[in-house]
């Protein structure tokens, strides 16, 4: 069992930063897969970013590569989305996420467990 728990979300202009924090319960943080992901108001939820367990792989969703940066310290057991460039269109409710496996998660149903989401404002 992983309990997650979203934080670092606010209100920030456009241009502006925010670094989300996702810390994680349970001794075997360090054997899943981990993910960003976030919904907005009437539209479905899309991943943003992905690690693989070990940190050694990510992959960015185009609408945010080059401004996101997703990172992971095992031994903290937390996964980080640092968020550059803000714009209004990144506005949503982000999740963070666990799967149970060893490789790069792309879809949302492969992960087992679900933080509460954090919400990130953008304004223009």
């Known amino acids: 069992q992983v309990q997650l728990v979203e934080s670092g979300g606010g209100l920030v202009q456009a241009g502006g930063s925010l670094r989300l924090s996702c810390a994680a319960s349970g001794r075997t943080f360090s054997s899943y897969a981990m993910g960003w992901f976030r919904q907005a108001p009437g539209k479905e939820r899309e991943i943003v970013a992905a690690?693989?367990?070990?940190?050694?792989?990510?992959y960015y969703a185009d609408s945010v590569k080059g401004r996101f940066t997703i990172s992971r310290d095992n031994a903290k057991n937390t996964v980080y989305l640092q968020m550059n460039s803000l714009k209004p269109e990144d506005t949503a409710v982000y999740y963070c996420?666990?799967?149970?496996?060893?490789?790069?998660?792309?879809?949302?149903?492969?992960?087992?467990?679900w933080g509460q989401g954090t919400q990130v404002t953008v304004s223009s």
């Open positions: 996420a666990a799967a149970a496996e060893v490789g790069l998660i792309l879809e949302h149903l492969r992960y087992n467990y």
């Open positions: 690690i693989r367990w070990s940190g050694g792989s990510t």
